[in-house]
């Protein structure tokens, strides 16, 4: 590849990690206003939350053209392809973060305010979780194999999370008294899809892993 050729590359894959990194943002915030729309019950935050995934959209459909025009001016081979490829399917997994996040805000224009006692630890997925997206985008475009290691690890603390507050809501069903039942199931509803929004970090840092090594460890 020629000298010009190579710097025009080196550009549009500049070019495409700001988008990324745009787009890991607006996740974070997606996440941050469903944690406030939890702890408040605010209607109109849930309803800013709900339109907010249209931006989050709009930035994958953004993205995958520009991989798709690096793809058909530049031909780019071996690592810089992974690069490309691994960015595709990042994409997938924050847009669908996005509808996670757009579903919580669902549940609370469905729900009434929840007490504060049961939002302590779902608080707490919600910080690891954002923190996973963030460290895990920050991954691609630094090419940090120890930042992708440390968002799998992270899920794991997700998932910890997510069955100490599932067993704490089922003995709380068991007890209930006050017809709070469905309340308690959409809190359950809330917990799985930020351990889903994990899963979805921890799916980027496994591609982030593939385009540094060449290996996806699903596929070894």
Same mark, same amino acid.
């Given at each position: ?43 109109? #935050? !849930?309803?800013?939350? *709900?339109?907010? =995934? $249209?931006?989050? +959209?709009?930035?994958?459909?953004? &993205?995958? /053209? ?80 120890? #930042? !992708?290691?440390?968002? *799998?690890?992270? =899920? $794991?603390?997700? +998932?910890?999370?997510?069955?100490? &507050?599932? /067993? ?53």
């Amino acid at each position: 590849m020629g000298e010009i050729m190579r710097n025009r590359l080196d550009l549009q894959l500049e070019m495409l990690d700001e988008a990324l990194i745009e787009m890991g943002k607006l996740c974070q915030i997606a996440i941050e206003k469903a944690t406030m729309t939890i702890q408040s019950g605010n209607i109109q #935050l !849930a309803k800013e939350l *709900m339109n907010s =995934d $249209d931006a989050i +959209d709009n930035m994958e459909k953004t &993205i995958e /053209q520009m991989c798709l025009k690096i793809i058909l001016q530049q031909q780019p081979v071996a690592g810089d392809l992974r690069r490309i490829s691994a960015a595709l399917k990042m994409i997938t997994d924050m847009e669908r973060i996005g509808d996670q996040a757009c579903d919580i805000g669902e549940i609370v224009l469905s729900s009434k305010h929840y007490r504060p006692t049961e939002i302590k630890k779902i608080g707490e997925m919600a910080v690891a979780a954002s923190e996973m997206v963030r460290d895990s985008v920050a991954a691609y475009v630094e090419k940090s194999l120890d #930042l !992708a290691h440390k968002v *799998m690890k992270a =899920d $794991d603390v997700v +998932d910890c999370l997510f069955d100490e &507050i599932r /067993q704490e809501l089922a003995e709380e069903i068991k007890r209930d008294t006050n017809g709070n039942g469905i309340k308690i199931l959409n809190l359950i509803m809330v917990a799985k899809y930020l351990e889903r929004i994990a899963d979805h970090a921890t799916n980027i840092a496994e591609w982030v892993e593939f385009s540094i090594t060449g290996v996806h460890r699903d596929y070894l």
